[in-house]
């Protein structure tokens, strides 16, 4: 018989900076109400801003790769009547469980070639991998999901609290972590890459929560890594980058992904009504984490181009060798003519790009992006980016010493398009306390006009969404 393969150790949280610092896990659920609020909130405020992110419970086996590994927690607050509350609540998978109960890590990181066996968890846990539904938190058709990279979504409450996993009644096997919610029609659109073929597919949600689209497939001819994606109103628009996952390699002791820039950049036009061929234009290669939006506009000649604002790398920092480098950028697609032109509102390199996202799919004006100023680690950002596409200028606010992760529009109540403020959580390098801004959209360079005091340290984490309350559809 053949023995079980060696446990690897868990990993050392005080040699990962990932796992310290800002980014430290906290431990236990808490609420609280009443909190202290400095300056003013916006008038009529009324919603939950909701954030996910990684907060391991135990140190994973063998590795931990930000912002790929960890376990989901969700911290939220709560906007009513001028005052505000907290709460924070785990993401609770079957294996998490297991994990809980065992009182210590039985799952690796993905990048270690290690799944426990029956000796260790479950026979129907055995062998399998982890979910990790720690990267977004999306509200939809009455439904709030927790998000993992392909995995199914966690359903949770309202409050936070763990339902379980959700498949759309067994249509859809998993979904990617930024599905696009259109604003006019209540559709959720999204895709899934696999490591088995079809390698990547797509599907549309109905404003009603059931599915209406798919899934279908795109031909892809490798398993592809893509972690984000845009729509407008008639397509899908997939940046294909040459990521490519290497399991031979990953066995034999190599990464798991493999960065092939000889390949290029494959951009896939597809139509969201399913009728008609996917366009393929194809460029140099780079690596895109987040888009901001893309729209349609009619060319001069009558032709239509696609729009996509976003931010973009020279290559991920998961894969391939060498310097990085970044920039905040535009590409403008020609469907016709099958050609892309990419230019740069910024050179600096700029993270979690955002809009006002009641214009997804449509014209926008403004987004914003995450930045660093001075000499900080990897992952940690300081510095907010707000682009005027009308005329290419670029404002900045700096935070100094207090770090944040994405930045999220929140409409003001009763206003105009674009109007509003944005908002995030932040930690301080130093003292490790949390708070709670908000700037003012169209005067970011002034900081702050109002400042929740969290009583609790907030981990820096990943992506999260403004939900406004029923009463105030904004």
Request: with cysteine; hydrophobic share 40%; net charge negative.
């Amino acid at each position: 018989m053949t023995p079980p393969p060696a446990v690897p150790p868990p990993v050392d949280p005080a040699a990962v900076p990932a796992l310290s610092g800002v980014f430290a896990p906290v431990s236990g659920e808490r609420d609280a109400d009443h909190l202290t609020v400095e300056g003013e909130l916006p008038v009529g405020l009324s919603g939950a801003f909701l954030r996910n992110g990684p907060n391991p419970l135990f140190p994973p086996l063998g590795s931990y790769t930000y912002p790929l590994d960890g376990d989901g927690m969700i911290h939220g607050l709560w906007f009513a009547d001028g005052a505000v509350r907290y709460r924070n609540r785990t993401v609770w998978t079957p294996q998490l469980e297991v994990e809980r109960d065992a009182g210590q890590a039985r799952w690796a990181g993905l990048m270690t070639p290690y799944l426990p066996g029956p000796d260790l968890v479950p026979a129907a846990l055995a062998n399998q991998y982890k979910p990790l539904p720690d990267i977004n938190i999306v509200r939809h058709a009455g439904r709030y999901l927790a998000l993992a990279e392909v995995d199914p979504p966690v359903e949770v409450t309202a409050e936070l609290d763990t339902v379980g996993p959700y498949d759309f009644g067994g249509t859809i096997p998993g979904m990617c972590a930024h599905p696009r919610i259109d604003p006019v029609t209540g559709e959720m659109v999204l895709f899934r890459y696999d490591i088995e073929a079809p390698f990547l597919t797509w599907s549309v949600v109905g404003a009603d929560g059931a599915v209406s689209a798919g899934p279908r497939s795109v031909d892809v001819d490798l398993p592809t890594m893509i972690h984000d994606f845009t729509i407008t109103p008639s397509y899908l628009i997939l940046f294909v980058g040459p990521l490519v996952f290497d399991f031979e390699a990953l066995l034999s002791g190599g990464g798991m992904l493999s960065w092939r820039p000889e390949q290029g950049m494959r951009i896939a036009v597809v139509p969201r009504d399913g009728v008609g061929p996917v366009r393929w234009i194809h460029t140099e290669a780079f690596w895109v984490w987040h888009f901001a939006n893309a729209f349609e506009r009619i060319t001069p000649t009558g032709g239509t181009e696609v729009v996509v604002d976003y931010t973009e790398w020279s290559r991920p920092g998961l894969a391939g060798v060498g310097p990085i480098t970044g920039a905040v950028s535009r590409a403008v697609l020609d469907l016709a003519a099958a050609t892309v032109v990419i230019d740069h509102f910024d050179d600096q390199p700029a993270e979690f790009s955002r809009i006002d996202d009641r214009l997804t799919g449509r014209p926008h004006r403004f987004f914003v992006a995450t930045g660093k100023t001075g000499d900080l680690p990897v992952g940690e950002q300081n510095t907010l980016v707000r682009v005027d596409t009308r005329d290419s200028s670029v404002e900045r606010w700096v935070s100094g010493e207090w770090v944040f992760d994405e930045v999220v529009f929140v409409p003001a109540p009763g206003g105009g398009v674009e109007e509003g403020t944005y908002v995030t959580f932040r930690t301080h390098r130093s003292t490790l306390e949390s708070d709670f801004v908000f700037l003012e959209a169209s005067d970011i360079a002034a900081g702050p006009v109002a400042r929740v005091r969290l009583p609790f340290r907030v981990p820096a984490g990943l992506h999260g969404n403004w939900m406004p309350s029923e009463e105030d559809p904004t």
